[in-house]
């Protein structure tokens, strides 16, 4: 998919075609979502509702819920919001229905770049581009002559000087909360120093000297960050960067238009954006998409009315009304200051997350187990070696190694 070129070309010529305040059509099917609670799917879910019978859960425990939810017959909800890594469990369970025959009827808007295709079907229709990068504050930088970190070691330097001024309670913050949060830290910084996490037989291949490199750089950081960094989700630090507590994290694209809320933040108009530090090789980050599926176990009026329902979420009237809230995939985006993140993010060579039913296992063996080594239970040969054994062992009962 070329994102890149996408973002940079700017906004597309589009008509919008009603006003910012209606939907295309009278819903009369009940239609319920399932989705993240940041501020995008805030947006597009409200969008959705003006198409009557409609409700929206906003849940970012959603990725824990999904799975059961769209196995029932009949499904509980009938629009999924999921992104690379939660659409996984959905395929393997095939609990969700190919969307061409509703785009080629109800998606005039959707276009090449949104359509996620699994062996020729489209599954999932992007709305969004996400990734973790630097945001920090200009006038920290600025009053101690701090140039923007391009690499992690830089980030450290930084830090350094940012603890010695005394300025912020903490210099960093860091979504290292024990499980999904930690373990996307590590395949992060494990991807930037280079690594690759399977051998072609699926074995696991993270016991090398890019592991113990990245397990040792997330401890360093750490020594900048609140001590009770393993309770620290994206809303932690999101509300730390608002309450004026930290200098700089490696946060989500979709938290940056939080900073300039003037109902919640106290540092509007000083929390920029960049790209991802660097580690040895690249960007130390992932490329994500998120979007929307429908249930394969609703019915085809269900069906039908939950993706008209969708493409009013994902038009480029919702666009228009919230244009900076994202990094939008949708017709009529036209990216600003909080796009540059994520657009220098993907110019460093950041690669999107490899998910896949070996790496959705992988990933939590690893938000289980890095923490033994920053709390110093453990070395990072044996921290390693305990997360590739927790690993091969989901593995082999899933039947990925044989």
Same mark, same amino acid.
């Given at each position: 998919?070329?994102?890149?070129?996408?973002?940079?070309?700017?906004?597309?010529?589009?008509?919008?075609?009603?006003?910012?305040?209606?939907?295309?059509?009278?819903?009369?099917?009940?239609?319920?979502?399932?989705?993240?609670?940041?501020?995008?799917?805030?947006?597009?879910?409200?969008?959705?509702?003006?198409?009557?019978?409609?409700?929206?859960?906003?849940?970012?425990?959603?990725?824990?819920?999904?799975?059961?939810?769209?196995?029932?017959?009949?499904?509980?909800?009938?629009?999924?919001?999921?992104?690379?890594?939660?659409?996984? #469990?959905?395929?393997?369970?095939?609990?969700?229905?190919?969307?061409?025959?509703?785009?080629?009827?109800?998606? #005039?808007?959707?276009?090449?770049?949104?359509?996620?295709?699994?062996?020729?079907?489209?599954?999932?229709?992007?709305?969004?581009?996400?990734?973790?990068?630097?945001?920090?504050?200009?006038?920290?930088?600025?009053?101690?002559?701090?140039?923007?970190?391009?690499?992690?070691?830089?980030?450290?330097?930084?830090?350094?000087?940012?603890?010695?001024?005394?300025?912020?309670?903490?210099?960093?913050?860091?979504?290292?909360?024990?499980?999904?949060?930690?373990?996307?830290?590590?395949?992060?910084?494990?991807?930037?120093?280079?690594?690759?996490?399977?051998?072609?037989?699926?074995?696991?291949?993270?016991?090398?000297?890019?592991?113990?490199?990245?397990?040792?750089?997330?401890?360093?950081?750490?020594?900048?960050?609140?001590?009770?960094?393993?309770?620290?989700?994206?809303?932690?630090?999101?509300?730390?960067?608002?309450?004026?507590?930290?200098?700089?994290?490696?946060?989500?694209?979709?938290?940056?238009?939080?900073?300039?809320?003037?109902?919640?933040?106290?540092?509007?108009?000083?929390?920029?954006?960049?790209?991802?530090?660097?580690?040895?090789?690249?960007?130390?980050?992932?490329?994500?998409?998120?979007?929307?599926?429908?249930?394969?176990?609703?019915?085809?009026?269900?069906?039908?009315?939950?993706?008209?329902?969708?493409?009013?979420?994902?038009?480029?009237?919702?666009?228009?009304?919230?244009?900076?809230?994202?990094?939008?995939?949708?017709?009529?985006?036209?990216?600003?200051p909080l796009a540059m993140g994520v657009i220098e993010t993907l110019e460093e060579g950041a690669l999107p997350?490899?998910?896949?039913?070996?790496?959705?296992?992988?990933?939590?063996?690893?938000?289980?187990?890095?923490?033994?080594?920053?709390?110093?239970?453990?070395? #990072?040969?044996?921290?390693?070696?305990?997360?590739?054994?927790?690993?091969?062992?989901?593995?082999?009962?899933?039947?990925?190694?044989?």
């Amino acid at each position: 998919m070329m994102w890149t070129k996408l973002l940079l070309a700017g906004a597309m010529s589009v008509a919008l075609t009603g006003a910012a305040n209606a939907c295309g059509f009278k819903n009369t099917v009940p239609v319920k979502s399932l989705s993240a609670g940041f501020e995008a799917w805030k947006a597009v879910t409200d969008f959705m509702a003006k198409c009557g019978d409609f409700e929206a859960e906003l849940d970012q425990e959603f990725r824990k819920k999904q799975p059961a939810a769209f196995a029932a017959d009949p499904a509980l909800y009938q629009i999924g919001g999921v992104a690379n890594g939660t659409l996984v #469990p959905l395929l393997n369970e095939a609990t969700i229905r190919p969307l061409d025959k509703l785009i080629e009827t109800y998606g #005039p808007n959707v276009n090449q770049n949104q359509m996620i295709k699994i062996n020729g079907e489209t599954m999932a229709v992007a709305m969004m581009i996400n990734a973790q990068h630097l945001m920090y504050r200009t006038d920290i930088l600025s009053n101690l002559a701090i140039p923007v970190p391009k690499t992690y070691d830089e980030v450290l330097a930084a830090a350094q000087k940012v603890k010695e001024a005394d300025v912020v309670d903490y210099p960093l913050g860091g979504t290292y909360k024990t499980g999904w949060d930690l373990g996307q830290e590590f395949i992060n910084m494990y991807l930037g120093m280079g690594g690759e996490f399977f051998t072609p037989g699926n074995e696991p291949a993270i016991e090398n000297e890019m592991g113990v490199a990245a397990l040792q750089m997330m401890k360093k950081l750490t020594a900048y960050m609140d001590p009770e960094y393993l309770v620290s989700d994206s809303t932690y630090v999101q509300q730390q960067f608002q309450q004026g507590k930290i200098a700089m994290a490696n946060l989500w694209a979709s938290r940056a238009a939080a900073m300039d809320d003037p109902a919640e933040s106290q540092v509007v108009g000083k929390v920029r954006m960049a790209g991802a530090p660097k580690a040895a090789e690249r960007a130390a980050s992932t490329i994500w998409w998120d979007g929307i599926v429908i249930a394969k176990n609703a019915s085809d009026e269900e069906a039908e009315a939950a993706f008209r329902v969708a493409m009013n979420g994902l038009s480029p009237e919702m666009v228009a009304a919230n244009n900076d809230i994202a990094v939008w995939l949708i017709d009529g985006y036209k990216p600003g200051p909080l796009a540059m993140g994520v657009i220098e993010t993907l110019e460093e060579g950041a690669l999107p997350y490899p998910a896949s039913s070996q790496m959705g296992l992988m990933h939590t063996a690893l938000g289980n187990g890095v923490a033994a080594f920053l709390t110093g239970e453990q070395t #990072p040969a044996a921290t390693l070696r305990d997360i590739a054994t927790a690993y091969t062992m989901s593995a082999r009962e899933a039947g990925l190694i044989k």
